[in-house]
């Protein structure tokens, strides 16, 4: 929690107005049972009218100012708390934006998801609270002890039992409840998994008629939640009604002991009466602690969890001098690059040397798992390798600062991912200032522009939440024109042609060749025919490099090369 206080410093003077507003507001409330017992003993008793107009009016006066300062002191706490709420949320944006792949991993997307949102909301709510008890709490416990000494010490002695009782009490329940508190944090971190599992493997669970299955699962996280709520919920409740009895009994003790002392003489009425007014202001602080008690620790669990994410730095830093791409434009090596992914046993992939020149399509070809998008995962810098070196224009890749290297890069992944928004948006997510017609020519070379023009609104039809509106092949084909749109210098495709047919295969290939001329082509394919005229074939083999060449040398050389073509074309085809 301490750690996170870093982030209230833009709040100080509203932080410092809500502190001082609620010092007076304290400072008002313990005044008024003063001069109420100064109009009893001093005005009701002597029948002085006067006397009680003016102190009567005095009391008004200091209410009303108490009033409004708590009001200001509300608004704001709730101002400095939702400004905070809205800093911690950027700023944690802004740090997992920094992460490499390797952090996302590690921290899981859904708990980061939870951290960002509803750890926050926890701790802002704790910070409203603690901006209005912090100083009113120790101000009315020990602001009321002195007024309460300073109108009858004797009296006191009610206290001096019924306060430990209450303290007691609060102990008691706190040491139940903040156990619980933490659990249901947790418990709740459960749920959020598998809704989220639940809402996104939808069609997975239909069609696997799962349905039943998950909402048990459900169910079960659900009702562990409930029940530890209900268990808090049903703490929480009884300690109202306990403290409610402390309180009156305590007013009892006071009414009746202080009868006898003012019919002794000791004491005035007045007095009295102020007397059980403090009482109730003590006691209250007390309750008011015992909240802060059970508010605090939850927020911390809170605040461990966001600290966990702010701690954890992005492996994968600018250099603090980068320097400028020296070499012609588009060339990639790879010189001796081997890479594990962070706690394999094996490397995934190793030894790897090969250049590519601007121009020229290269390709890349193996099994599932032999480490294809792995190795072009390198290239963008998403992973640093062990050892060896990934050189682009001539320079490394982790002596040049992430945005100028992938400026140079047109990604499609593996998975294409599209954004909610208009096709038109989709595309230009290559190039912000691309214009209309750059858009329509990337659409058309990554043949995207039939099924376009076939949708309601054309380029302006809105793509569903993840892309669901669209088939597969319709989805790569968008994310090859985001790329195009780019006009970068260095293509990588990444098995991105696998949802197209043989025939829009082969005219996406034909219309990128003559567009893409100058720049320098990565292409990792499943299919033989797709790369079978590349100018240079990679084939990999369990992550290392088990031949290199043209088509017709690699049908001589590699074994491993002619296996995956034999399986896949004829032999009038092959020939
Ligand atoms: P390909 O694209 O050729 O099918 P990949 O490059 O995706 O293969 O994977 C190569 C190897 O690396 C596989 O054995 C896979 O298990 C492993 N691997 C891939 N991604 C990760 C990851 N994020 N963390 C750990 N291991 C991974
Ligand atoms: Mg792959």
New binding site residues.
């Given amino acids: 929690m301490i750690k996170l206080s870093r982030f209230l410093k833009p709040f100080q003077i509203p932080i410092y107005l809500v502190l001082g507003l609620v010092l007076l507001q304290s400072l008002a409330e313990l005044y008024l049972p003063t001069l109420m017992a100064d109009i009893v003993d001093n005005g009701v008793v002597t029948g002085d009218t006067h006397y009680i107009w003016k102190i009567g009016g005095l009391m008004l006066l200091v209410a009303a100012g108490g009033m409004i300062c708590s009001i200001v002191a509300s608004f704001y706490s709730a101002k400095a708390a939702a400004g905070f709420g809205k800093l911690l949320r950027s700023k944690l944006f802004s740090h997992v934006g920094n992460f490499s ?2 952090e996302f ?1 590690k921290l899981g997307t859904a708990s980061l998801i939870t951290r960002t949102t509803n750890d926050i909301t926890q701790i802002q709510q704790v910070l409203v609270m603690m901006l209005r008890m912090m100083v009113m709490a120790p101000m009315m416990c020990i602001g009321g002890i002195i007024m309460a000494l300073s109108k009858d010490t004797k009296l006191t002695l009610v206290l001096a039992v019924s306060l430990p009782v209450l303290v007691i009490t609060i102990i008691v329940i706190a040491r139940k409840g903040i156990p619980l508190f933490k659990a249901m944090q947790v418990k709740l971190d459960k749920l959020n998994r598998v809704l989220r599992e639940n809402l996104t493997g939808i069609r997975v669970i239909r069609s696997f008629n799962r349905v039943n299955h998950e909402k048990k699962r459900f169910n079960e996280a659900n009702w562990d939640l409930t029940q530890t709520a209900i268990k808090v919920n049903k703490l929480m409740a009884a300690m109202m009604p306990i403290m409610m009895i402390v309180l009156n009994l305590t007013t009892v003790a006071i009414v009746w002991f202080g009868g006898i002392r003012i019919s002794n003489g000791h004491m005035e009425v007045g007095d009295m009466m102020a007397f059980l007014q403090y009482a109730m202001q003590i006691m209250f602080s007390f309750v008011m602690l015992s909240m802060m008690f059970v508010m605090i620790p939850r927020a911390s669990v809170s605040a461990v969890r966001i600290n966990e994410v702010f701690e954890t730095v992005a492996d994968i830093q600018d250099p603090s001098e980068p320097v400028s791409a020296k070499a012609k434009k588009g060339q990639v090596e790879f010189q001796n690059v081997t890479f594990s ?4 046993e094996m490397p ?2 190793s030894n790897i040397s090969f250049k590519m020149n601007p121009g020229e399509v290269t390709a890349i070809i ?10 072009i ?1 390198l290239i963008p810098r998403f992973y640093d390798i062990e050892s060896g070196r990934v050189l682009v224009d001539g320079a490394d890749v982790r002596e040049i600062t992430q945005e100028s290297l992938r400026e140079k890069i047109g990604f499609v992944p ?1 998975q294409a991912v599209l954004f909610t928004g208009t096709i038109s948006e989709n595309i230009r997510y290559g190039k912000e200032d691309a214009s209309d017609a750059d858009v329509h020519h990337a659409a058309e070379i990554a043949q995207a522009i039939e099924f376009i023009e076939n949708m309601p609104a054309g380029f302006n039809s809105v793509i569903a939440q993840g892309g669901t509106n669209v088939s597969g092949g319709q989805k790569q084909r968008l994310s090859i024109a985001r790329a195009l749109v780019r006009k970068p210098e260095v293509y990588i495709f ?2 991105s042609f696998s949802a197209l047919d043989f025939k829009t295969d082969a005219k996406l290939r034909a219309a990128l060749k003559a567009e893409t001329t100058s720049s320098t082509m990565l292409i ?1 394919a499943q299919r033989v025919s797709t790369i079978m005229d590349a100018d240079q074939i990679i084939v ?1 083999d369990n ?1 290392e490099i088990a031949g290199i060449g043209r088509h017709k040398e690699l049908m001589e050389t590699c074994a491993v090369y002619r296996e995956i073509v034999m399986s896949q074309l004829s032999e009038e085809e092959i020939a």
């Avoid at 193996?366 to 190795?375: H, P, R, V, W």
């Fill in positions: 792949l390797y991993d992914y962070p706690g394999a995934a992939i193996g099994g599932t798992g032999s480490g294809k998008s792995t190795l995962n593996q990444d098995d990792v990999l992550g």
